[in-house]
């Protein structure tokens, strides 16, 4: 058998090369694009599937607490967005982030993206209160949810949203004469 045969020829090589080349090109001009197409790591799911399937999956308390939030979200701001981000965690938008919906082993976290920005009358923020942006409820299994006062804190969240303020003017600390520097 002759060597040579097996071996592509140097113009064959060079053409290969440019193919590969224009390939690339093309394949970088369609990134920038940012066509809105379904990831293939969703199976080309909707994200409203995806949650359904969620759902379904968790087989427990976990599940059913989650379908029941999901429905009350939808009551409370039937315009929202359903998401699914992060590899795997329901979010609800409506012109921005409204809160996701996580499932751990023990509790189900519904995290408000601008929550600390938000009126809780009914204390049901109970997670995440040190920070400065978001907070969050924990529902253990067993917990009932204030359906009321939840779908307040969604319409609430909405609404600061559409407002198109990023957080809430800081407060700042009232000055005393005397105190403070001032040539006393």
Same mark, same amino acid.
Request: proline share 5%; net charge positive; glycine share 10%.
């Given at each position: 058998? $002759? #060597?040579?045969? /097996? *071996?592509?020829?140097?113009?064959?090589?060079?053409?290969?090369?440019?193919? =590969? *080349?224009?390939?690339?090109?093309?394949t970088s001009k369609k990134a920038a694009k940012?066509? #809105?197409?379904?990831?293939?790591? =969703?199976?080309?799911?909707? #994200?409203? *599937?995806?949650?359904? &399937?969620?759902?379904?999956? !968790?087989?427990?308390?976990?599940?059913?607490?989650?379908?029941?939030?999901?429905?009350l979200i939808k009551e409370a701001d039937p315009?929202? &967005?359903?998401?699914?981000?992060?590899?795997?965690?329901?979010?609800?938008?409506? /012109?921005?982030?409204?809160? &996701?919906?996580?499932?751990y082993k023990e509790v189900v976290k519904l &995290?408000?993206?601008?929550?600390?920005?938000?009126?809780?009358?009914?204390? !049901?923020?109970?997670?995440?209160?040190?920070? /400065?942006?978001?907070?969050?409820?924990?529902?253990?299994?067993?917990?009932?949810?204030?359906?009321?006062?939840?779908?307040?804190?969604?319409? $609430?969240?909405?609404? !600061? /949203? !559409?407002?198109?303020?990023?957080?809430?003017? #800081?407060?700042?600390?009232?000055?005393?004469?005397?105190?403070?520097?001032?040539?006393?």
């Amino acid at each position: 058998m $002759n #060597a040579m045969a /097996n *071996q592509p020829s140097k113009k064959s090589t060079k053409v290969a090369k440019k193919d =590969t *080349q224009k390939s690339v090109k093309t394949t970088s001009k369609k990134a920038a694009k940012k066509v #809105a197409t379904p990831r293939p790591r =969703t199976g080309g799911k909707s #994200a409203s *599937q995806l949650i359904s &399937t969620r759902i379904a999956e !968790l087989g427990d308390w976990r599940g059913d607490m989650l379908r029941h939030v999901r429905k009350l979200i939808k009551e409370a701001d039937p315009d929202i &967005t359903e998401e699914w981000k992060w590899r795997g965690t329901p979010v609800w938008s409506h /012109n921005g982030g409204v809160c &996701t919906g996580e499932s751990y082993k023990e509790v189900v976290k519904l &995290t408000f993206f601008k929550g600390a920005s938000l009126r809780d009358p009914a204390a !049901l923020f109970n997670s995440s209160l040190d920070g /400065n942006v978001r907070r969050a409820i924990d529902i253990h299994e067993g917990d009932e949810l204030d359906e009321s006062a939840f779908k307040d804190l969604i319409r $609430n969240a909405v609404s !600061l /949203n !559409l407002s198109g303020k990023k957080k809430p003017a #800081a407060i700042k600390p009232k000055r005393t004469p005397g105190k403070g520097g001032g040539g006393d």
